[in-house]
Every structure is written in structure tokens, then in C-alpha cells.
């Protein structure tokens, strides 16, 4: 899966280029479905075909070459693809990228100057890092997901930071006295697993502002006394990044894990999504750096002032070379670019016709 930045590199690469654009929608969940990309990529390339009658022979010769690399790529795949989508670049003389992506794509086949890249971006999410921590007492368990793929990365346990235990005056020999002069032996194991705790818990806080970074999600859960405690390590720029959920406990499974890590990372992207749309809306009608509207967003693309730029997923759907064109001077800007759904599309759509931007500077 690619990148924000390799797409970027890849539209700015090749913006001059007559380049193939596939995208398959691969999520099938009948088994008598799972050849039904098969048929959307021949019927999207009949169409391309039939927009090149009138053209000249060298220009269909290409597009047949390109739409050979693009082919001999899709030959890997017998019947299901592996993922929920299909991507492809293909120029007559290099298969630009291809591979299967995690998340559903539409079914589009474009042979035009430049790369398609108004649709891939739905599955740029997918790049940032979501770090799932499960912990208790004595135990703390770290997944990230990442482009689909989930992966745990660390496993602490409290008893292997005890270190020394002479520095909290606990006796080493076996007896059936603590070793600490008025306290028992229930008393000195529970302080001794206390430190393990505490110290773990620091470790905790470390490798996960390393794993979430600028940008990444957190999502906590565990015992609530533990949660409390991990989050007293926590880095302090989370805001707005970390969601904690009561129901996660440190036994559960990888499958269990996978599943509660995804609702709740989309329950974070779509908190976010309106959290920048209304900081957006409320820069835009007090006349500060913020755009609503298509036509005013594309004004501030031609000044090289977008920050951000938000698209709704249904005017992508409705507009899909308009919004191309809105992604591709984005990308030639170095913007980033946000594809909403559900509630921030319908209030996008209301608000800015479906188009708005947070602006780099007010002329």
C-alpha cells in the first residue's frame, strides 16, 4: 500500500504521462461473487476502449501496452483478490504500482494524463499507525495496526522490571518472615510487585509515544485501575487521538483484538473528520484561514494556500474528475487531503457543497 508521500511522488512523477488507472472493488463475501472483478475490470476496460475510438493508432497501441502490464499483474489472482480492493498504475513502458489494498475501492479503469488518485485516497488512512494497549497489574500487551495489518509488537510483564530487589529491603532467603521489620510477608510481596508495576508502566509510556508519534492512534483498555495508571505515562499530545474502552481485557485474542481495534479506530477518524471540519467552518465564516465551497476552495488551490483539503465521499462519487483535479493540485502543493464519510460527509455536503479546506495563510 502506498504512502500520502509515495502517492504524491507518484502523481508529481508522472503528471505529464499517459498513465492507466485501475481500480477494483475485490470485497466479495459469496463464493459465487469472487470473480465479479473479473467482469467490472472487462467492462471498464471495454469503455476505455470505446472513449479511444477516433484517436490515433499510436496512442491505442499504448494504452494496449500499458493494459498488458496492468494484466499480467492481475494474473497472480485466481479467483478472490487477497484484499477488499485492487489498485494499478501502468504507463506503456513500466507497471508504475500494483497490489491489492485492504479497503474497498470503486470500480474505475482511466487511461488519461497522469494517475487517477482521487479515489486511493480513502485508503490513505489506513497509513497512520493505531496502537492498541491491553494491561494489568502485572502484565501489558502492545498491538499496532497498520495498513491492514495487525501485529503485536510488545509484550511486558511487571515481574522483569523488579531488577534489584535488595533497593526496597526485601530478603532474598527463603524464610517464612517478610525480611522487613513490621511488616508481613503479604505486605512486602505486594510492594515488591508494586515496583515491577510502576516500572513497567514507565516502559509503557515510552514505547507507546514512540509507536503513536504525531500522528498515530491510542486505543487503552484493561482493568480500570490499570488503565488509570497507564495513562498517567501517557505522552500529553493524545488529545483527541486516544479512546479508551471498557470491554478490552489482556486475554483476548488476536481476532478479538482486530475487531474492537477497528471500531474503535473508525470511531476515532470519525471524530476527528468533524472536529476538523467544524474548526474549518468556523476559521472560514469569521474570515480566517478556512475555505467552504468548491469555488473557493479551487481560488485558494491556485494560490498554493491549502493546508488541508476535505472532500465528501459522495462528491467524489459525483464529481470524480472535478475531484480529481481538487486532489491533483493538492498533491502538487504538498496538502494533505481527507475523505469524509457517514456524518461529516452529510454536514460537508450541507456546509461547502461537499469541499472545504484549511488554509495555510489569509491573503
Same mark, same amino acid.
Given at each position: 500500500m502506498l504512502t500520502h508521500d509515495e502517492l504524491v511522488d507518484l502523481y508529481r512523477t508522472h503528471r505529464q504521462d499517459r498513465v492507466l488507472s485501475v481500480y477494483l472493488n475485490g470485497k466479495a463475501t459469496d463464493f459465487a461473487e469472487r470473480s465479479a472483478w473479473r467482469r467490472h475490470f472487462e467492462h471498464g476496460v471495454s469503455e476505455a476502449r470505446k472513449r479511444l475510438e477516433g484517436v490515433e493508432e499510436s496512442e491505442k497501441k499504448e494504452f494496449e501496452q500499458a493494459l498488458d502490464r496492468v494484466q499480467k499483474e492481475l494474473q497472480k489472482f485466481d479467483n478472490f483478490l487477497p484484499g477488499n480492493g485492487f489498485v494499478a498504475f501502468a504507463t506503456p513502458s513500466a507497471l508504475i504500482h500494483g497490489g491489492a489494498i485492504r479497503v474497498p475501492m470503486p470500480d474505475l479503469v482511466r487511461w488519461e494524463e497522469g494517475i487517477r488518485v482521487a479515489p486511493y485516497v480513502r485508503a490513505l488512512k489506513q497509513e497512520r499507525p493505531v496502537v492498541t494497549v491491553l494491561v494489568d497489574s502485572r502484565r501489558a500487551r502492545i498491538f499496532e495496526y497498520r495498513g491492514g495489518e495487525?501485529?503485536?509488537?510488545?509484550?511486558?510483564?511487571?515481574?522483569?522490571?523488579?531488577?534489584?530487589?535488595?533497593?526496597?529491603?526485601?530478603?532474598?532467603?527463603?524464610? *517464612?518472615? !517478610? @525480611?522487613? /521489620? %513490621?511488616?508481613? #510477608?503479604?505486605?512486602?510481596?505486594?510492594?515488591? &510487585?508494586?515496583?515491577?508495576?510502576?516500572?513497567?508502566?514507565?516502559?509503557?509510556?515510552?514505547?507507546?509515544?514512540?509507536?503513536?508519534?504525531?500522528?498515530?492512534?491510542?486505543?487503552?483498555?484493561?482493568?480500570?485501575?490499570?488503565?488509570?495508571?497507564?495513562?498517567?505515562?501517557?505522552?500529553?499530545?493524545?488529545?483527541?487521538?486516544?479512546?479508551?474502552?471498557?470491554?478490552?481485557?489482556?486475554?483476548?485474542?488476536?481476532?478479538?483484538?482486530?475487531?474492537?481495534?477497528?471500531?474503535?479506530?473508525?470511531?476515532?477518524?470519525?471524530?476527528?473528520?468533524?472536529?476538523?471540519?467544524?474548526?474549518?467552518?468556523?476559521? *472560514?465564516? !469569521? @474570515?480566517? /484561514? %478556512?475555505?467552504? #465551497?468548491?469555488?473557493?476552495?479551487?481560488?485558494? &488551490?491556485?494560490?498554493?494556500?491549502?493546508?488541508?483539503?476535505?472532500?465528501?465521499?459522495?462528491?467524489?462519487?459525483?464529481?470524480?474528475?472535478?475531484?480529481?483535479?481538487?486532489?491533483?493540485?493538492?498533491?502538487?502543493?504538498?496538502?494533505?487531503?481527507?475523505?469524509?464519510?457517514?456524518?461529516?460527509?452529510?454536514?460537508?455536503?450541507?456546509?461547502?457543497?461537499?469541499?472545504?479546506?484549511?488554509?495555510?495563510?489569509?491573503?
Amino acid at each position: 500500500m502506498l504512502t500520502h508521500d509515495e502517492l504524491v511522488d507518484l502523481y508529481r512523477t508522472h503528471r505529464q504521462d499517459r498513465v492507466l488507472s485501475v481500480y477494483l472493488n475485490g470485497k466479495a463475501t459469496d463464493f459465487a461473487e469472487r470473480s465479479a472483478w473479473r467482469r467490472h475490470f472487462e467492462h471498464g476496460v471495454s469503455e476505455a476502449r470505446k472513449r479511444l475510438e477516433g484517436v490515433e493508432e499510436s496512442e491505442k497501441k499504448e494504452f494496449e501496452q500499458a493494459l498488458d502490464r496492468v494484466q499480467k499483474e492481475l494474473q497472480k489472482f485466481d479467483n478472490f483478490l487477497p484484499g477488499n480492493g485492487f489498485v494499478a498504475f501502468a504507463t506503456p513502458s513500466a507497471l508504475i504500482h500494483g497490489g491489492a489494498i485492504r479497503v474497498p475501492m470503486p470500480d474505475l479503469v482511466r487511461w488519461e494524463e497522469g494517475i487517477r488518485v482521487a479515489p486511493y485516497v480513502r485508503a490513505l488512512k489506513q497509513e497512520r499507525p493505531v496502537v492498541t494497549v491491553l494491561v494489568d497489574s502485572r502484565r501489558a500487551r502492545i498491538f499496532e495496526y497498520r495498513g491492514g495489518e495487525l501485529s503485536e509488537s510488545l509484550n511486558l510483564n511487571a515481574e522483569t522490571f523488579l531488577g534489584d530487589l535488595t533497593d526496597i529491603n526485601v530478603s532474598k532467603r527463603p524464610t *517464612a518472615h !517478610s @525480611g522487613v /521489620r %513490621g511488616k508481613t #510477608g503479604t505486605d512486602a510481596a505486594q510492594k515488591f &510487585l508494586n515496583v515491577g508495576s510502576e516500572r513497567m508502566m514507565k516502559k509503557l509510556g515510552e514505547t507507546v509515544a514512540e509507536a503513536v508519534g504525531d500522528t498515530g492512534h491510542l486505543v487503552l483498555g484493561g482493568t480500570p485501575e490499570a488503565v488509570n495508571q497507564a495513562r498517567t505515562q501517557l505522552p500529553g499530545n493524545l488529545n483527541g487521538r486516544m479512546i479508551e474502552q471498557s470491554g478490552l481485557r489482556v486475554e483476548m485474542s488476536d481476532a478479538e483484538v482486530r475487531t474492537a481495534l477497528e471500531q474503535a479506530a473508525s470511531e476515532l477518524n470519525q471524530s476527528n473528520q468533524e472536529k476538523l471540519l467544524g474548526e474549518v467552518e468556523d476559521l *472560514a465564516k !469569521s @474570515g480566517g /484561514r %478556512g475555505a467552504l #465551497g468548491a469555488e473557493t476552495v479551487e481560488q485558494a &488551490l491556485r494560490e498554493a494556500r491549502v493546508d488541508t483539503l476535505l472532500l465528501s465521499r459522495g462528491f467524489i462519487r459525483a464529481n470524480p474528475d472535478y475531484a480529481d483535479h481538487l486532489v491533483g493540485a493538492a498533491f502538487e502543493q504538498h496538502a494533505e487531503v481527507e475523505e469524509l464519510s457517514l456524518n461529516g460527509a452529510q454536514r460537508l455536503d450541507t456546509e461547502g457543497e461537499g469541499v472545504a479546506a484549511r488554509l495555510r495563510y489569509t491573503l
